[in-house]
């Protein structure tokens, strides 16, 4: 690790900006340490006082804690997160290079999201902002949602057609997670007490809508149930050491089966998929959290 300075943090004493680049595995062949240098020069064009830098590749991360907590976060859970999702997953970094903003509260979120990007939150925890290939995080709410929103840019540079039950059941399965046997490992999570009432309450939908639904339908259509539902089938397919089995059996097939039902199938070794709902929901209903 290096530590340098990146465009204008040398303007003054006034200016204390570290910037710290992580020289490891990734980042795409297209992207050179002169345009993650490039990006950077961009950044502190407007970056406010008080902000870190940390070129953590694939990513920029930016956050306004003390240097060395935002070092560790980078370390800790981007660079983690990263290393543990292409072990399992992903062979492509994502094309473009995607800054993290970590703000160490509420009231920085809010006002940052403002006074930098223009835009107003809709979620207390953080997002992904399209048009400024950024994600912005409430990081005092927990890592969580970063680990979750990090998921996405792999996934649409290593599975452009991935339907969003499966990107966000995955993205989610990650929102509570730690490591086992040297691999990323998830955990039960505050999604599991909605989704348990829906079952008892008879209004999950089969498991071939669910993932027949487009983005529409999914995001907008009752999308607590729809988030729980794709996160605690990705849940229950781990907990049988199945998951990594599926995403690339899924990804292999995936324009004979665009959906996945049929790979699930396969996958499961079962053809009568109302009986797995069945089962399904009762090892949901028998899970707890916390």
Not at 34 to 53: I, K, M, N, S, W
Not at 158 to 175: A, D, I, K, V
Request: charged letters at 25%; one cysteine or more; glycine letters at 8%.
């Amino acid at each position: 690790m290096m530590i340098m300075g990146c465009g204008s943090t040398s303007r003054g004493p006034d200016i204390d900006r570290p910037v710290v680049i992580h020289d490891h595995i990734g980042g795409e062949p297209g992207l050179r340490d002169a345009d993650y240098q490039d990006h950077c020069t961009v950044l502190e064009r407007t970056l406010p006082q008080g902000f870190t830098v940390i070129i953590e590749k694939p990513f920029v991360v930016v956050g306004d804690e003390d240097p060395r907590i935002v070092l560790q976060r980078a370390e800790m859970t981007v660079k983690w997160a990263v290393n543990m999702l292409k072990q399992d997953y992903f062979i492509r970094d994502p094309q473009d290079i995607i800054t993290i903003w970590l703000f160490k509260n509420s009231d920085s979120y809010y006002a940052h999201a403002r006074t930098i990007f223009n835009d107003e939150p809709t979620t207390p925890y953080g997002y992904f902002l399209e048009g400024e290939n950024a994600l912005l995080m409430n990081i005092s709410t927990g890592s969580g949602t970063l680990v979750h929103e990090i998921v996405h840019p792999f996934v649409s540079a290593n599975f452009p057609e991935c339907p969003p039950w499966f990107n966000e059941g995955l993205g989610s399965l990650y929102e509570q997670c730690g490591e086992k046997d040297g691999h990323i490992y998830a955990y039960t999570n505050w999604r599991l007490k909605g989704l348990q009432e829906a079952i008892r309450s008879n209004a999950v939908p089969s498991f071939k809508e669910l993932m027949s639904m487009n983005a529409h339908q999914f995001y907008t259509q009752d999308k607590g149930t729809n988030y729980g539902q794709a996160r605690y089938l990705c849940y229950y397919l781990q907990e049988h050491d199945l998951l990594v089995t599926y995403y690339h059996a899924f990804y292999k097939d995936r324009l004979e089966d665009p959906t996945g039902y049929a790979t699930l199938q396969r996958v499961l070794g079962i053809e009568d998929m109302d009986k797995f709902k069945e089962e399904w929901e009762r090892f949901v209903l028998s899970l707890t959290f916390p």
